[in-house]
T-cell receptor, first 115, second 115 residues
């Protein structure tokens, strides 16, 4: 069965600090997709990134970067120079087989960025 | 383009009542999924529909049912409400439920409170 674990339930940083959110997953499929979503207080899940199991290239998008390592079944998310607007709950998720399949979410990490 | 829309935004019901939640997908998207998010937890998969057919069902009791209409909108019904059904119900749409880069985009959710 598939499973996603986000061991950090809450992280607090001061603005401009770098922060890494950890995600560890379990799956028996060789084809799977990993995602990160952001959930601000409004409640809507905002899609951030998708990665498939065959592409281990790290990705950078502005202040955001993602490190995918199949050897450790991890898909970590780093925010560089954090800002107050980054405060939200972040979810890592997994879908087996194809990207549009049902998502299994981790428990989420609440990030608080203080000015 | 309009995103995923859900109605109502908030709902208060009493135990034993029935509720219907509605979702309209992004234009062109044919797959709709429903998730339940209890406070402080990650979303849990309930159903997925594609072209009006059920493609997947999560571990929820038969009190939960759903359907998809010819215009790809969807309804989620919950009968005999329990206090534990209080949650944020999220709808997500994707272009198709088949292989490919079809990440799911989420609506703002319906917050259901059962008293």
């Amino acid at each position: 069965a598939q499973k996603v674990t986000q061991a950090q339930t809450e992280i607090s940083v001061v603005e401009k600090e770098d922060v890494t959110l950890d995600c560890v997953y379990e799956t028996r499929d060789t084809t799977y997709y990993l995602f990160w979503y952001k959930q601000p207080p409004s409640g809507e899940l905002v899609f951030l990134i998708r990665r498939n199991s065959f592409d281990e290239q790290n990705e950078i998008s502005g202040r955001y970067s993602w490190n995918f390592q199949k050897s450790t079944s991890s898909f970590n998310f780093t925010i560089t120079a954090s800002q107050v607007v980054d405060s939200a709950v972040y979810f890592c998720a997994l879908s087996e087989g194809y990207a549009g399949n049902m998502l299994t979410f981790g428990g989420g990490t609440r990030l608080m960025v203080k000015p | 383009d309009a995103g995923v829309t859900q109605s109502p935004t908030h709902l208060i019901k009493t135990r034993g009542q029935q509720v219907t939640l509605r979702c309209s997908p992004i234009s062109g998207h044919k797959s709709v999924s429903w998730y339940q998010q209890v406070l402080g937890q990650g979303p849990q998969f309930i159903f997925q529909y594609y072209e009006k057919e059920e493609r997947g069902r999560g571990n929820f009791p038969d009190r939960f049912s759903a359907r998809q209409f010819p215009n790809y909108s969807s309804e989620l019904n919950v009968n005999a409400l329990l206090l534990g059904d209080s949650a944020l119900y999220l709808c997500a749409s994707s272009w198709a439920g088949v292989a490919g880069y079809n990440e799911q985009f989420f609506g703002p959710g319906t917050r259901l409170t059962v008293l």
